[in-house]
């Protein structure tokens, strides 16, 4: 797929998504991995339409490695973000409050 495909295509995944259609978004980004799986935009978008759908088991089983999103750094932030919000909608709070001491280190002088 040419570079400008998959511009095309995220363009498409982003206006889904901006009109809160989120399984049209999915199933853009989807096509978008199949030609470019380290496409770390395709793969952080994946895991805002399944947090917008309230899918909290796949954002967890998308962010199982965080290694993925480590070539985008604002992407890697905006996941993990994410990824503590499942975790504490699935109550794992503990667990969510480490994740997000690593993104927000000041709560840790709070404590």
Do not use: H
């Not at 070539?71 to 499942?86: G, K, P, S």
């Amino acid at each position: 797929m040419e570079p400008s495909e998959l511009e095309t295509l995220k363009t498409l995944a982003y206006f889904y998504y901006k009109v809160n259609l989120y399984d049209s978004a999915m199933r853009t980004v989807t096509v978008m991995l199949l030609y470019a799986p380290d496409n770390v935009w395709a793969r952080g978008m994946l895991v805002r339409c399944c947090d917008s759908l309230a899918d909290y088991a796949k954002v967890l089983e998308l962010t199982s490695d965080m290694s993925r999103f480590d070539a985008d750094e604002a992407i890697r932030r905006a996941v993990t973000a994410l990824r503590a919000r499942a975790l504490l909608k699935t109550g794992k709070t503990d667990e969510s409050m480490q994740l997000v001491k690593t993104i927000v280190p000041r709560l840790e002088e709070d404590e």
